[in-house]
């Protein structure tokens, strides 16, 4: 004889340990089973687009690390990018370099924080995320070499970095890449192979790569699902165009794909990273004040420019009236847009399984909400 | 291979419980006895002889010694470094400053003035209760007046108490983080050891020659 069940609606979150952040879903479950998800957010909203709008461009970029606060360097670039083009400066070569190291270490950073913390939805309590928080603490050192900050960085500036790296950064770096390394592989071992994860995360939240690129779903996510998209390999910015480097792709889009792509793509991160120490030369940082004052001040016009961000494409829109401040500013913030799809994800799945979707999204609040 | 996952994973674990912690004790670190007679300067048989109370205690677990926590030297810390002979209270500062919390007044040039007395700093007040350490307006400071400070541990129960002036930034040790400041890093200043007391020591430039000057505002124009 069946159980008669009622569908019972829960509210998980705000305050919710396993949200990442302050993020509340209201669930109704039958039974176990997930009937109906509606994400609800809006709890972190600091007005960043707003801010912006009566700063200079130099001193958004303050704000910018506030808003994906685990890729603070990662929004800098997106952001300085989107400045260089708006008012047509030249970066200088030794500062690109600087910044796209920094850059990709933060997409490690990044990906260890969301591994480690999907692992830990998985009920792998603490173990596997002191691993990556390990190595987010050596690469978070270097930071503070580099830039004297460990998360809100603001290392860049339009035209390069404020800064060139002191003599220490480059013996941590060479030491800290190797230390990656063999936390990755620490980390295959202990749980790619594991029975456990496998049962949790295999064919779980599975989601077919038409919706995926209908709902304009960028980043792992995407990669996970076979489609073979990187803004760093199709639509080159800074000197990637120099780098030779793989797109790792899986094809199941499951939440075990999406861990394994992230996996992989620190692999390929530090194979970035090398190539960038070897190519890069002695030179400034960051063009002389003549070239580029402290008060920028671009002609009318708008540009976006997007960047493979650690959690999908990461895109900042300004417009400018002619003013120290832009008219403007937009972001396309990659987590939220990554958050579109949780419902379709959820639906139909077991409640165990909600929070372990939610870790393998990767979503950030403080991005979601700006 | 299916049921070989578990032990390989168990396995790893077991390394790394082997490896020597990474975790970092703050603000005070347990020590045994050794480490307690390390810390008062003497060897271990001194001081049981000498302090056989606190020995007691360090053999018992109980002793801590305070940690020196591990800080790159550009660190943007709080207490701002102020070198009040070196502003020329230009608010350059203040107009970077994102949050605008650093409020200058200066007695404005008077028709009679006497040289050195034209601009004078009469309060340099920042609200560090509401600053996010960004360092804009170090970078800002044409002079190398400003500086960030390195340290980390400015905790009060009031936030009025978090507004710095300038008598107490005149009056607070000048360990000068070398954010923005090659010239310390040149120097090889390492401002948890050593403090600039001379406000020459903290500029960027010489001063530049008479001939410099009118190369630069004479002859090139
Ligand atoms: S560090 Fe940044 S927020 Fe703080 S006073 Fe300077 S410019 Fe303002
Ligand atoms: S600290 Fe520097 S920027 Fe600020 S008023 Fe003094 S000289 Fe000008």
């Known amino acids: 004889m069946a159980i008669r069940t009622q569908p019972v609606t829960v509210n998980l979150g705000p305050q919710h340990p396993s949200t ?351 | 291979m299916i049921g070989l996952g578990l032990p390989r994973g168990f396995l790893v674990t077991l390394k790394n419980f082997m490896r020597p912690a990474v975790t970092e004790q703050y603000p005070d670190r347990h020590v045994g006895l050794i480490g307690a007679a390390r810390d008062a300067g003497m060897n271990p048989f001194q001081f049981l002889v000498k302090k056989p109370g606190d020995s007691l205690k360090a053999i018992a677990g109980l002793a801590t010694v305070p940690v020196a926590v591990k800080q790159s030297s550009r660190f943007r810390g709080n207490e701002f470094t102020f070198f009040e002979d070196r502003c020329t209270a230009c608010a350059s500062c203040a107009k970077y400053c994102p949050l605008g919390i650093i409020e200058i007044v200066s007695i404005p040039g008077k028709i009679d003035a006497q040289e050195g007395e034209s601009y004078k700093l009469e309060v340099f007040d920042i609200d560090i209760g509401r600053c996010m350490f960004c360092g804009l307006c170090v970078e800002a400071c044409p002079y190398d007046a400003l500086h960030m400070g390195t340290s980390f541990e400015r905790s009060k129960y009031v936030r009025d108490e978090l507004i710095i002036t300038k008598e107490e930034l005149n009056a607070a040790p000048k360990r000068p983080s070398s954010f923005y400041r090659p010239q310390f890093e040149e120097n090889a200043f390492d401002p948890f050891k050593e403090t600039i007391d001379d406000y020459h020591d903290a500029g960027r430039h010489e001063r530049p020659s008479d001939e410099d000057l009118k190369k630069k505002w004479v002859d090139e124009r």
């Open chain 1, 20 to 370: 990442h952040g302050v993020f509340r879903m209201r669930v109704m479950f039958d039974g176990e089973e997930i009937v109906d998800v509606e994400p609800i957010f809006g709890y972190l909203h600091r007005g960043s687009e707003k801010l912006a709008e009566e700063r200079t461009y130099t001193q958004i970029v303050t704000l910018t690390d506030r808003m994906d606060y685990v890729s603070s360097m990662l929004n800098n670039q997106a952001y300085i990018l989107a400045v260089e083009k708006l008012a047509g400066i030249e970066p200088v070569p030794r500062g690109v370099w600087l910044r796209m190291i920094a850059s990709e270490l933060q997409r490690v950073a990044s990906h260890l924080v969301a591994t480690g913390f999907l692992l830990q939805d998985l009920g792998a309590l603490g173990t596997p995320l002191i691993y990556a928080m390990r190595e987010r603490e050596n690469i978070l050192d270097m930071f503070e070499m580099l830039c004297g900050a460990r998360i809100t960085n603001s290392y860049l500036r339009p035209g390069g970095v404020f800064m060139d790296a002191p003599d220490e950064f480059w013996p941590a770096l060479d030491r800290g890449l190797d230390d990656i390394i063999q936390t990755i592989d620490e980390l295959e071992e202990y749980l790619s192979g594991n029975e456990l994860v496998f049962s949790r995360t295999k064919g779980t939240a599975v989601i077919t790569p038409e919706q995926l690129i209908n709902a304009s779903i960028t980043g792992p996510m995407l990669r996970a699902s076979g489609v073979d998209w990187d803004l760093r390999h199709r639509a080159p910015y800074d000197y990637y165009d120099r780098i030779t480097f793989e797109r790792k792709l899986h094809t199941a889009s499951d939440n075990y794909a999406r861990y394994w792509v992230r996996v992989q793509e620190v692999r390929e991160s530090v194979k970035i990273i090398r190539q960038c120490v070897e190519q890069i030369e002695p030179g400034p940082v960051r063009p002389s004040f003549d070239d580029v004052p402290r008060l920028i001040r671009p002609p009318a016009g708008d540009a976006y420019v997007a960047i493979e961000g650690s959690k999908g494409e990461l895109g900042f829109y300004l417009v400018s009236d002619g003013g120290i401040a832009p008219y403007r500013m937009h972001v396309r913030a990659s987590s939220l847009i990554n958050l579109t799809l949780l419902r379709d994800m959820l639906i139909g799945g077991q409640f165990g399984d909600l929070f372990v979707t939610f870790g393998s999204v990767d979503l950030n609040m403080g991005e979601v909400d700006r």
